[in-house]
């Protein structure tokens, strides 16, 4: 028997991955965060799995049943948001699994800058402009920020900055990017990426605060760099016809040597 965290994609239920839906299709027990995970992927599961929202739940309590759960001879699917590898909490559930030696996996799944991405219809890289997305948050009440982790740290780089959990601090963003990107710095707010009532909001880092709506209060991702509406730039040499890489040669007659 085995624990299965699985990354359950930004919203959309299609976005979990093939090897997430199999895992969850297979579990008897599913613990999920029902104010973020969307009740459509919970009919990924059985119909005899036994499914435990752990919203009002302590980690202790999470634990504690899904030892419970696992003692009882149970395959456990443990669902998140997003992708496992960042802001998950899994760290801290995995510590506990260690200590108890209960086995468990990682399924990665879609994070919320590649649904944002799609949401735009953009890459966030730019030939020759930036080639850098920084993902970052601010500090929050959940855990703290390290004192060399900050925004005007990161905005030294002019990368582009994907920022998390962070929509009702939007002022002090603005604040402390301001000094480094400018006035007419594009920004885009994706709020609900994948979810059917997803919005997205263009604007500027002087003009963000004003444009946001009032009912943005979480959810929502930051997206902030100096390209991000550019259309204007060289094309990378990958396709380039005179770029010569492993599986194309110049020379189309002459056979390609490893």
């Keep these: ?42 009919k990924h599961c059985s119909e005899s799995t036994i499914k435990i929202n752990t919203a009002p739940m302590s ?16 395959e456990i699917a443990r669902l998140h948001s997003g ?10 559930q995995i510590k506990f ?30 030939p020759g402009l930036n080639q850098t997305v920084i993902l970052t948050r601010t500090q929050g009440r959940a855990s703290n920020m390290p004192e060399k982790e900050t925004l005007e740290n990161f905005a030294k780089s002019e990368a582009v900055l994907a920022i998390h959990l962070s929509i009702q601090s939007i002022e002090t963003v603005v604040e402390k990017l301001r000094p480094f990107y400018g006035d007419d710095c594009p920004v885009k707010v994706i709020w609900q990426a994948s979810w059917p009532d997803e ?46 890489r ?6 189309v007659g002459e056979k390609f040597e490893k």
Excluded at 83 to 92: G, I, R, T, Y
């Design 1 to 42: 028997m085995t624990v299965h965290f699985i990354g359950a994609g930004p919203g959309d239920p299609d976005l979990i991955t093939v090897k997430g839906k199999k895992i969850l299709k297979k579990c008897t027990v599913c613990f999920y965060a029902g104010s973020i995970i969307p009740k459509e992927l919970l």
């Design 59 to 74: 980690l202790s309590e999470i634990i504690g049943k899904i030892e419970h759960y696992y003692n009882e001879g149970h």
């Design 83 to 92: 992708d496992l590898s960042v802001w998950s909490a899994v760290n801290e």
């Design 97 to 126: 699994l260690k200590k108890i030696n209960i086995p468990f996996t990682l399924t990665p799944g879609v994070t919320s800058v590649s649904a944002a991405s799609a949401s735009l219809k953009q890459e966030l890289t730019v």
């Design 199 to 244: 919005e997205i909001i263009h604007s500027s880092i002087g003009n963000v605060e004003n444009d946001l709506p009032s009912y943005i209060k979480r959810t929502a991702l930051i997206l902030v760099g100096k390209y991000l509406d550019t259309e204007t730039f060289e094309n990378s040499k990958l396709y380039d016809e005179a770029y010569e």
């Design 246 to 251: 492993r599986f194309r040669t110049i020379d």
